[in-house]
C-alpha cells in the first residue's frame, strides 16, 4: 500500500502546517531546515492556499492538466523553491533523483513545496488514482483506478443508503 502523499494529507486535513513545519526543520538541507525552525515561531497561515489547492486539485480530477492548473503550482514553486536534478549513468542505465529546497524564506515556499509534491505524484502516477469519494467528497488515491469510495464506512453507507431509497 502507498503512503499517502503531503498534498492530500494536507487537504484532508491529516496534517497540519506545524506538521509540515516540524518535519522540513529536521532535512539535512541548511536553509530549508533554518526556514522551518524560524517559521514555526510564527507559523505562516495558510487556510486560504488550501481552499484553493483542494479547488485545483478537484479540477484536475475533472479534466484533467491544463494551463490554469500548470499556472497555480508554478506562481507557488518558481518563487520559492530550488530544484536539483541529478543524473548518473550506471550498469542498468540512467538514475535520475530530484530534490528541492527553500529559495525564499519569505516566498510561500511551505504551498511550494505541497505543490511540488503534488507534481512529482502526478509524474509518478498519474492521474487515474486521484479519485474524490461519492459518499463524504474527500479526495484519495489509495484504493486503485476503479474505486469510487475512501472507505469502506463510506461504502457500506452508500449500499445502506441505496437500500433506503428501494
Known sequence: MKNTPLFLRFLNRETSVLDILSSFSKVEEKTTAEAAKAALDNPPDIEEFRKELEEAVRDLIKEGLGDEFKAFVNHYMESSLEED?????????????????????????????????????????????????????????????????????CKSNKKQSDRKQD
Open 85 to 153: 536534478i541529478h543524473i548518473e549513468n550506471g550498469s542498468f542505465g540512467e538514475n535520475r533523483s530530484q530534490t528541492a529546497r527553500v529559495k525564499n524564506p519569505s516566498g510561500p515556499w511551505v504551498q511550494g513545496f505541497i505543490c511540488y509534491n503534488l507534481c512529482l505524484y502526478i509524474k509518478a502516477f498519474g492521474l487515474e488514482e486521484l479519485k474524490t469519494c461519492k459518499v463524504c467528497g474527500k479526495i484519495f488515491n489509495h484504493k486503485g483506478k476503479w474505486a469510487a469510495y475512501c472507505s469502506d464506512l
